[in-house]
Protein backbone atom coordinates (compact mmCIF):
# COMPACT_ATOMS: atom_id res chain seq x y z
CA UNK A 1 0.00 0.00 0.00
CA UNK A 2 1.53 3.51 -1.26
CA UNK A 3 1.90 6.30 1.81
CA UNK A 4 0.48 9.70 1.01
CA UNK A 5 1.84 12.71 1.93
CA UNK A 6 -0.41 12.84 4.99
CA UNK A 7 -0.22 9.15 6.00
CA UNK A 8 3.80 10.06 5.97
CA UNK A 9 3.80 13.25 7.61
CA UNK A 10 1.37 11.37 10.39
CA UNK A 11 4.67 8.83 10.79
CA UNK A 12 7.24 11.02 11.05
CA UNK A 13 5.37 14.05 13.19
CA UNK A 14 5.46 10.92 15.95
CA UNK A 15 9.51 12.25 16.40
CA UNK A 16 9.07 15.83 17.30
CA UNK A 17 8.43 16.09 21.39
CA UNK A 18 6.79 19.60 21.36
CA UNK A 19 7.79 20.48 24.67
CA UNK A 20 11.44 19.88 24.39
CA UNK A 21 11.36 21.18 20.66
CA UNK A 22 13.30 18.47 19.26
CA UNK A 23 13.42 15.63 17.10
CA UNK A 24 13.86 12.27 18.93
CA UNK A 25 14.48 8.60 17.96
CA UNK A 26 11.79 5.70 18.99
CA UNK A 27 11.99 2.20 19.22
CA UNK A 28 9.90 0.02 16.69
CA UNK A 29 7.17 -0.56 19.59
CA UNK A 30 7.07 3.26 20.70
CA UNK A 31 6.33 4.06 17.14
CA UNK A 32 4.06 1.08 16.70
CA UNK A 33 2.52 2.54 20.07
CA UNK A 34 1.95 6.27 19.61
CA UNK A 35 0.59 6.06 15.98
CA UNK A 36 0.23 2.49 14.85
CA UNK A 37 2.85 2.20 12.38
CA UNK A 38 3.30 -1.22 11.03
CA UNK A 39 6.43 -2.93 10.02
CA UNK A 40 5.77 -2.43 6.49
CA UNK A 41 5.54 1.45 6.73
CA UNK A 42 8.55 1.57 8.58
CA UNK A 43 10.44 -0.10 5.72
CA UNK A 44 8.85 2.20 3.02
CA UNK A 45 10.00 5.59 4.88
CA UNK A 46 13.50 3.70 5.18
CA UNK A 47 13.47 2.98 2.03
CA UNK A 48 12.69 6.38 0.87
CA UNK A 49 15.27 7.95 3.45
CA UNK A 50 13.04 9.73 5.34
CA UNK A 51 14.31 7.86 8.80
CA UNK A 52 17.30 5.96 9.16
CA UNK A 53 17.10 2.47 11.63
CA UNK A 54 19.56 0.45 13.83
CA UNK A 55 19.76 -2.17 16.05
CA UNK A 56 19.25 -1.44 20.28
CA UNK A 57 22.06 -2.38 21.90
CA UNK A 58 20.03 -4.34 24.57
CA UNK A 59 16.69 -6.41 23.46
CA UNK A 60 15.85 -6.63 19.97
CA UNK A 61 14.39 -3.76 19.27
CA UNK A 62 15.04 -1.47 16.49
CA UNK A 63 15.86 2.26 17.01
CA UNK A 64 14.77 4.60 14.34
CA UNK A 65 15.39 8.61 13.97
CA UNK A 66 14.36 10.90 11.81
CA UNK A 67 17.35 11.95 8.75
CA UNK A 68 17.63 15.13 7.20
CA UNK A 69 15.18 14.78 4.31
CA UNK A 70 12.53 13.45 6.92
CA UNK A 71 13.38 16.68 8.89
CA UNK A 72 13.07 18.69 5.17
CA UNK A 73 9.46 16.56 4.28
CA UNK A 74 8.16 18.18 7.09
CA UNK A 75 9.23 21.49 7.29
CA UNK A 76 9.91 24.07 9.88
CA UNK A 77 8.28 22.78 12.74
CA UNK A 78 10.57 24.66 15.00
Do not use: H
Amino acid sequence: MAMTANSTREALTCFWRRNRETFVPLTSDEWDRYAGISPSVRGQLVKRGLVSASNAKFGRLTVYDITEAGRTFLGDMA
